[in-house]
């Protein structure tokens, strides 16, 4: 059991169903909700109730087997097909982080390899590789802030972008768990925290997590991130990653790209910190991750209110893809990546 480090878990499996803080409410209010059917898991999963690309990979597990526990007893064949139609469910319901499907997809194939077993022990099966992927999270979460620790400069000026922390992960975080590591060896100076529109996970989620760890954090808008450079006011920027592909480019939240370019223009370290459910070695490069694009009223209202005049044309992708060659390393629980990533993933996935 990895130790107890913060006052909240973003997913807990309770007595035979999910609680989960709903994000959505953070940081008025600390909500949690229960959720006991895979419907509700999509829900909350599409409306970012629950967030981040290994929490989603977690919620994701419980949800299958939320989906699956009620079936009725039959031949696996069918049971089996069952099973893949509710993991395609849950699939369906946010498209760019790897981690959901890599989760289901686990989920599936430890339930191939046991189909001797009964159906009820098939779904005992589905239930303890859900609990497997969540303990492992934090595990390698706590690994991945210990290893990235080293990269940290004395009295660190650290951007990071979106949200990282325990919310995002089973527990620590994966950019967040370096800064956390990072600030109990007295190193962090000044964490800057992208306030991340349209949805705001920096300044509402992040800003939270840091009060929470007692870290010393400014929110800027996304926009001054480039002015902070030019007045040295970073020394790294770090995120965490949805999807990396076999070359090292990373899926992140939107803006995330614009960072890296900033980070080579002022010649700052830009690191991207994920546990190895992250790294697709299915896809070749970046353009081959599909980005999810979402409801146009995330951008023309801040809240209820509309900021836009009515029937405005709005693109909306929440991710974008940094290019490896960009990206100085790569912070995994295995350790640091450095280019060229495509040989060292390989030799980390051999
Ligand atoms: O749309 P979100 O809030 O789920 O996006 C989350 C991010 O982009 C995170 O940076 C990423 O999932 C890494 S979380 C450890």
Not at 133 to 142: G, P, Q, T, V
Request: glycine content about 6%; overall charge negative.
């Amino acid at each position: 059991m990895a130790e107890e480090n913060s006052s909240f878990q973003s997913v807990k499996w309770d007595n035979g169903q999910i609680q989960i803080i709903d994000q959505t409410f953070l940081p008025d209010r600390e909500v949690y909700i229960t959720l006991t059917s895979a419907g509700q898991v999509w829900e909350a999963i599409k409306m970012l109730r629950v967030r981040g690309a290994p929490a989603i990979g977690i919620a994701g597990a419980y949800g299958l087997y939320l989906g699956i526990r009620d079936l009725p007893e039959s031949a696996f064949k069918m049971f089996y097909s069952e099973c893949n139609r509710v993991a395609d469910y849950l699939d369906s319901s946010r498209p760019t982080a790897v981690n959901l499907s890599w989760a289901l997809q686990r989920i599936l194939n430890t339930i191939y390899v046991h189909k001797e077993k009964t159906i009820p022990e098939l779904k005992e099966v589905a239930l303890k590789t859900a609990r497997t992927i969540h303990e492992e999270d934090r595990r390698l979460c706590k690994s991945i802030g210990e290893n990235g620790v080293e990269l940290v400069p004395d009295n660190a000026n650290i951007l990071t972008h979106c949200n990282t922390g325990g919310l995002a992960t089973g527990e620590f975080g994966t950019a967040f768990s370096v800064i956390l590591h990072a600030h109990k060896k007295k190193k962090v100076k000044m964490v800057w925290v992208d306030e991340t529109r349209p949805l705001l996970q920096g300044a509402r989620l992040t800003t939270w997590e840091l009060e929470k760890a007692g870290v010393p954090f400014t929110l800027n808008i996304d926009s001054a991130a480039a002015f902070l450079m030019q007045n040295g006011k970073v020394d790294f920027v770090i995120t965490g990653a949805d999807r990396i592909t076999k070359n090292g480019d990373t899926a992140n939240k939107i803006g995330t790209y614009g960072l890296a370019v900033l980070a080579k223009a002022h010649n700052i370290p830009f690191y991207v910190a994920a546990p190895y459910s992250t790294i697709d070695m299915k896809l070749d490069t970046g353009s081959d991750i599909e980005i999810e694009e979402r409801d146009p009223e995330e951008v023309t209202h801040i809240g209820n209110k509309r900021t836009a005049p009515k029937k405005v044309n709005v693109y909306n992708p929440a991710f974008d893809v940094t290019p490896n060659e960009l990206i100085t390393a790569i912070v995994t629980e295995k350790g640091i990546i450095r280019p060229d990533y495509k040989k060292n993933f390989e030799e980390l996935f051999s």
